[in-house]
């Protein structure tokens, strides 16, 4: 016996949270929750503006048609589904079935984009290996480069994972490299795409001898995973890649190339969020998640976010959107 809902949530964010170049005030999105007997699972479907190609409103009416499809018995095909909605409908079913094992890696990359000194204290408090996530370009590349210079001379055994979001021209990601002194390019674990193109980007590693990840590259049309010198790992962020099935391919294929695979947020809520610690632990066990995006919300949702004290909003508060 399967029923299925679709409940819709609006969750207030911190006010300084901008994408791109629109400031997000309410993270929106759905949980569905599939049920199948006695067993349940639930997913989210959050299409992240400025980075997925579809909005809230189009993943919920896909979303409904699919849940119609499931409820009625049907297999759904999610290889056609928007990458929102596979990843949400994928991961329900796979909890439904008891897929997802429960340990969860909850060890964030802590994520920098402000301040930082900020960072540096977060690092002090993080046990074993060190690992933190600043955001680059967005001011001059030089000062990105002496921000690097400062983590990696004042923290011994740091692994920087900096983040460019493809906006440097070649020009400006030289200036950058220029000033991270050679014996500190080791100290960055890698640089996720630095300029608008892959194929600077491949010049810029090849020539500077800081590694490189990609991030949008993998969500390009005809992406494949490829080990390049200068090449390193690759990010996945579910909710932009699409089904779960999808993703582990994904993580199967960098690990057969030596890639680290890094399993990321796309500003999930609490709920998402916990479930992808859970598949990042299980999937890529070795490997610290970028998953430190909770900081972001102003509220959590269902599920806690270990350390979180954000108040906690439940399903049962919200609207269902449709159920059957
Ligand atoms: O990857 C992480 O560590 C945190 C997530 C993150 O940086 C991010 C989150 C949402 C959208 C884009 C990005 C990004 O990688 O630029
Ligand atoms: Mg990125």
């Known amino acids: 016996m399967r029923s299925a809902k679709l409940y819709q949530y609006q969750l207030p964010m911190d006010s300084g949270v901008i994408l791109r170049t629109q400031r997000l005030v309410n993270r929106e999105g759905w949980v569905v929750e599939l049920q199948d007997g006695d067993q349940k699972g639930y997913g989210e479907i959050a299409p992240l503006p400025e980075f997925s190609q579809e909005s809230a409103e189009q993943a919920g ?6 849940l119609e499809q499931w409820v009625a018995g049907q297999a759904i095909d999610l290889e056609k589904a928007l990458p929102s909605v596979a990843f949400g409908l994928s991961m329900a079913e796979l909890e439904l079935q008891g897929g997802l094992p429960q340990a969860g890696n909850y060890t964030v990359a802590p994520l920098c984009s402000g301040d930082p000194d900020d960072l540096v204290i977060a690092l002090n408090d993080m046990p074993g290996e060190k690992v933190a996530k600043i955001k680059v370009g967005m001011y001059e590349a030089v000062r990105d480069g002496m921000v690097a210079n400062m983590f990696i001379d004042s923290i011994p055994g740091i692994r920087l994972r900096l983040d460019a979001n493809r906006q440097w021209t070649p020009l400006k990601a030289q200036q950058f490299a220029k000033y991270v002194k050679p014996e500190n390019r080791g100290g960055i ?56 099935q999808r993703c582990i391919e994904l993580v199967k ?24 610690a859970r598949f990042a632990e299980w999937q890529t066990p070795d490997v610290i998640p970028g998953l430190d995006t909770m900081q972001l919300f102003l509220s959590q949702l269902e599920t806690p976010w270990p350390q979180c004290k954000l108040p906690l909003k439940t399903l049962a508060e919200l609207d269902v959107a449709w159920s059957k």
């Open 189 to 244: 674990a890698f640089l996720e795409e630095p300029c608008q193109s892959p194929a600077d980007s491949l010049a810029f590693a090849q020539e500077t001898g800081i590694n490189i990840a990609w991030d949008e590259t993998v969500r390009d049309e005809g992406f494949e995973v490829r080990a390049e010198p200068g090449v390193v790992a690759i990010v996945i962020k579910p909710t932009l890649v699409g089904s779960v």
């Open 61 to 66: 009416e896909q979303a409904q048609a699919l």
């Open 253 to 276: 294929q960098a690990n057969e190339q030596d890639l680290t695979a890094v399993i990321s947020s796309s500003m999930e809520t609490s709920l998402g969020l916990n479930q992808l």
